[in-house]
């Protein structure tokens, strides 16, 4: 194997905080967490082997770490919660199967195996419920928020095309409803900050849709493009105005909510989440046409994540080659295709 291909996988998953002020990995060597903005490399840590995941837990010094399937120090069927202060492992949690996802928001955290998923309270580490999920999750599909005291998820269900979302509230009362979304399996999802609206993609990467959690109903469709393509991320802005959409294809879509027709977009933002309904909600087919990206941001690299910052700038994530961080400017009048972007390399060029 050549340096330049030992290069191209230095790089693992990338996880950012939920106020999106950082974003976190594991490294071949270790792990690296940096702030958005200004971008910066806050820690940059040595450690015996590769990293598949490092979550920050509520922007302290403790990380969640998985390794990867080489690591013969830190198996990937295990969550080891990390000191970095102190540098040294504080408590691990050990799973029967590899895991496939890592998400944690407040005091909690949530494990995304192939095909279940644990919900823990990070205190004690005590289990609070399991979940099954659709049996062939490989890419750990999983989207956690927080609204006041309510902890808001949502997952492929079991069935295929289908999402659940499970609402726990303040007495960690449960909560859940289906949302049939897909015809196909469920590629890339997210909830926006408020956890009232949904947006999915499938494994095709042609459509994007939105829904309200309230009523189930589809409350925009827009079209990312006509050729299939993986989906690797979704991000509302914080005002609900715009969709982010990175894919394998290159390109950076951001979808404007607002003029998109839905006359209903107010309302969803003011409702309730939840209406103690526990049934199957179905979304017409032929509610919205498919409008195409409002502005587009055009990037060489494959593996691309976006997220939107406090102040409605776009943050978008390459883990190509040595990784590089954009912060991206676009005409939130116009649209269009932009080239506004400052652009930072995350690691040195040397192998």
Same mark, same amino acid.
């Given at each position: 194997?050549?340096?330049?291909e030992?290069?191209?996988?230095e790089?693992?998953?990338?996880?950012?905080?939920?106020?999106?002020?950082?974003?976190?990995?594991?490294t071949?060597?270790?792990?690296?967490?940096?702030?958005?903005k200004?971008?910066?490399i806050?820690?940059?840590?040595?450690m015996?082997?590769g990293?598949?995941f490092?979550e920050?837990?509520?922007n302290?010094?403790?990380?969640a770490?998985v390794?990867?399937?080489?690591?013969?120090?830190f198996p990937?069927?295990?969550v080891?919660?990390y000191d970095?202060?102190?540098s040294?492992?504080?408590?691990?949690?050990?799973?029967?199967?590899?895991?496939?996802?890592?998400?944690?928001?407040?005091?909690y955290?949530?494990?995304?195996?192939?095909?279940s998923?644990y919900?823990?309270?990070?205190?004690?580490?005590s289990?609070?419920?399991?979940?099954?999920?659709y049996e062939k999750?490989?890419?750990?599909v999983?989207a956690v928020?927080?609204k006041?005291?309510?902890?808001?998820?949502?997952f492929?269900?079991?069935e295929?095309g289908?999402?659940?979302?499970?609402?726990?509230?303040e007495?960690?009362?449960?909560e859940?409803?289906?949302?049939?979304?897909?015809?196909?399996?469920?590629?890339?999802l997210?909830l926006?900050?408020?956890?009232n609206?949904?947006?999915s993609a499938?494994d095709?990467?042609t459509l994007?849709?939105?829904?309200n959690?309230?009523?189930? /109903? +589809?409350?925009?469709?827009?079209?990312?493009?006509? &050729? $299939?393509a =993986?989906?690797? @991320? *979704?991000?509302?802005?914080?005002?609900?105005e715009?969709?982010?959409?990175?894919?394998?294809?290159?390109?950076v879509h951001?979808? /404007? +909510?607002?003029?998109?027709?839905?006359?209903?977009l &107010? $309302?969803? =933002?003011?409702? @309730? *989440?939840?209406?103690?309904?526990k049934?199957?909600?179905?979304a017409?087919?032929?509610?919205?046409?498919?409008?195409?990206?409002?502005?587009?941001?055009?990037?060489?690299?494959?593996?691309?994540?976006?997220?939107?910052?406090?102040?409605?700038?776009l943050?978008?994530?390459s883990?190509?080659?040595?990784?590089?961080?954009?912060?991206?400017?676009?005409?939130?009048?116009?649209?269009?295709?932009?080239?506004?972007?400052?652009?930072?390399?995350?690691?040195?060029?040397s192998p």
């Amino acid at each position: 194997m050549s340096d330049d291909e030992e290069v191209k996988k230095e790089i693992h998953k990338i996880s950012f905080s939920s106020d999106n002020s950082m974003f976190s990995f594991g490294t071949e060597k270790g792990f690296i967490v940096c702030s958005t903005k200004p971008f910066n490399i806050i820690t940059n840590k040595e450690m015996k082997g590769g990293f598949l995941f490092a979550e920050v837990i509520d922007n302290s010094n403790i990380i969640a770490l998985v390794g990867d399937d080489k690591n013969d120090f830190f198996p990937n069927t295990k969550v080891i919660f990390y000191d970095e202060f102190q540098s040294k492992k504080i408590s691990e949690l050990k799973f029967g199967y590899p895991i496939r996802n890592l998400k944690t928001i407040a005091n909690y955290i949530f494990v995304v195996l192939k095909d279940s998923i644990y919900f823990f309270k990070i205190t004690n580490l005590s289990i609070i419920s399991k979940f099954k999920t659709y049996e062939k999750n490989e890419n750990g599909v999983f989207a956690v928020s927080k609204k006041d005291k309510e902890i808001i998820f949502c997952f492929p269900d079991v069935e295929l095309g289908n999402i659940k979302v499970i609402k726990y509230n303040e007495k960690m009362e449960k909560e859940e409803k289906v949302l049939c979304a897909h015809v196909s399996r469920i590629a890339c999802l997210n909830l926006n900050k408020e956890a009232n609206l949904i947006c999915s993609a499938s494994d095709t990467g042609t459509l994007i849709r939105v829904f309200n959690i309230e009523n189930g /109903n +589809l409350t925009h469709e827009f079209r990312r493009g006509t &050729e $299939k393509a =993986q989906i690797f @991320s *979704l991000d509302f802005s914080s005002n609900n105005e715009f969709l982010s959409c990175t894919s394998d294809r290159g390109t950076v879509h951001i979808f /404007n +909510l607002k003029k998109s027709g839905d006359e209903n977009l &107010e $309302k969803v =933002q003011k409702g @309730s *989440l939840f209406n103690g309904l526990k049934r199957l909600l179905k979304a017409p087919s032929n509610v919205i046409s498919a409008p195409r990206s409002f502005a587009m941001f055009r990037i060489n690299d494959i593996n691309t994540f976006s997220v939107f910052g406090p102040d409605e700038q776009l943050f978008v994530v390459s883990t190509d080659g040595n990784g590089k961080f954009f912060e991206i400017g676009f005409d939130r009048k116009n649209g269009g295709e932009t080239v506004n972007a400052d652009v930072y390399q995350i690691l040195d060029e040397s192998p």
